[in-house]
């Protein structure tokens, strides 16, 4: 069974920062294409970021320069650095390979990120 673990969201003003952290005992991170994806309350889940196993990186337009995705291959940990939020930036927030987020499969529990003043 494969387990993602979302953590690090919160309340934050506008104009503040989060650093999302993506672990799993069961997969290694490196050597996947992974992504970093949200979920508004009444809207579709949408893919945010990507890196790949090879560190190519990719954005959702709305966040590009403003949110930056890394990972520690000795921590098995991906991240997802999020500056100048804005309240339209609210949502739950997920990571997933891209595989399996194609097939609607292995979804964690997410971490809530709320911007708000």
């Known amino acids: 069974q494969v387990q993602l673990v979302e953590s690090g969201g919160g309340l934050v003003q506008p104009g503040g920062s989060l650093r999302l952290s993506c672990t799993s005992p069961?997969?290694?991170?490196?050597?996947?294409?992974m992504g970093w994806y949200r979920q508004a309350p009444g809207k579709q889940r949408e893919l945010v970021a990507t890196?790949?196993?090879?560190?190519?990186?990719d954005y959702l337009d709305s966040v590009k320069g403003r949110f930056s995705v890394s990972r520690d291959n000795a921590k098995n940990t991906m991240y997802l650095q999020m500056n100048s939020l804005k309240p339209e930036d609210t949502a739950v927030y997920y990571c997933?390979?891209?595989?399996?987020?194609?097939?609607?499969?292995?979804w964690g529990q997410g971490t809530q990120v709320i911007v708000s003043s």
């Open positions: 997933n390979t891209l595989i399996y987020a194609s097939r609607g499969i292995y």
């Open positions: 890196i790949t196993e090879r560190g190519s990186t």
């Open positions: 069961t997969i290694v991170v490196r050597m996947n294409d």
